[in-house]
């Protein structure tokens, strides 16, 4: 089987063998959660950095977690009260986190483009995970969605060969749907994105996926429907006339659930917005996996330190 590369920047460089020994080792990792002693001696010594120039609560902590379940060194970097607020550039601290000898650097960043950038520069020689760039992608998002979703639908095995997973909302501003209709594609399923057209990208006709503008049939076929969170801090303009209106034409509130099939599961990116993309009683209720998702990405973000710096990946040793 291909091992991974060094770096982990897009869910587009993820081939079908690839993904799937992630989602494996993902499986096989979590078993460790349910340990009384919930640590693996993996990544003793090396030192992993999280390097977040955007705020961020869940993708953060998680990786800050599944860092140190794999006994790893971990600091966390925030942008804001570092030199970086003083106008330290990216460069510069790219040397700054080299010298101190880092071996894993994970990076969030409001430009697109960023993680690639750190990876290729030859500033560091540790690997460079993308935990969200931009509008761009949001890999680790993808996959973890990916684990939720086989789990549910799938037995927990295989790939997601013909599941039908509809994505609604802010497509325009979301890394989460790029990575996800990515990602998604290449494990087999069939993904419908729905929006209004002023949320839906230009050239979006080369994304491997449908696009519709209806959710109520759209939800009638889904297997999965995503929510997206409506990004209003990324909106210089109106793209919808209110949001009473959004929530009318694209919230998922109760009438709506009841669209789905029986055993279609709800799930949402977070932080949700309750009561404008999602109602608070769909976000509550036993068709929802949020919660889920959260718990799943420690687990899949462990399995991608691993394989990048502990597991097959090292092995591996190729760029």
Known sequence: ??????????????????????????AELATVTERSVKKLPTLRGRTVVNLFFEDSTRT??????????LSADV??????????????????????LEAMGADAVI??????????????AGWIDGSVINAGDGTHEHPTQALLDAYTLRSHICGGQGDLQGVHVVIVGDVLHSRVARSNVLLLHTLGAEVTLVAPPTLIPLGVESWPCSVSYHLDDALMQAD?????RVQAERMAGSY???TLEYSRLYGLDA????????????????????????SADVADSSRAVIVEQVANG??????CLYLLLGGAGSQAGGD
Request: charged share 20%.
């Open 1 to 26: 089987m291909q091992m991974l590369g060094k770096h982990l920047l897009s869910a587009g460089d993820l081939d079908r063998a690839q993904a799937l020994m992630i989602l494996d080792t993902t």
């Open 255 to 278: 009438p709506r659930l009841e669209l789905l099939k029986d055993r279609a599961i709800v799930m949402h990116p977070g932080p949700m917005n309750r009561g404008l993309e999602i």
């Open 298 to 303: 420690v687990n899949v973000r462990m399995a």
């Open 107 to 120: 990076v969030r960043h409001g430009a697109s483009g960023a993680p690639y950038r750190l990876a290729t």
């Open 75 to 96: 600091i966390t970097f925030s942008a804001k009260g570092s030199s970086v607020s003083k106008g330290e550039s990216l460069k510069d601290t790219a040397l700054t």
């Open 240 to 242: 919808f006339p209110s």
């Open 224 to 228: 999965a429907v995503m929510m997206l």
């Open 60 to 69: 953060r902590l998680s990786f800050e977690l599944a860092a140190k379940r």
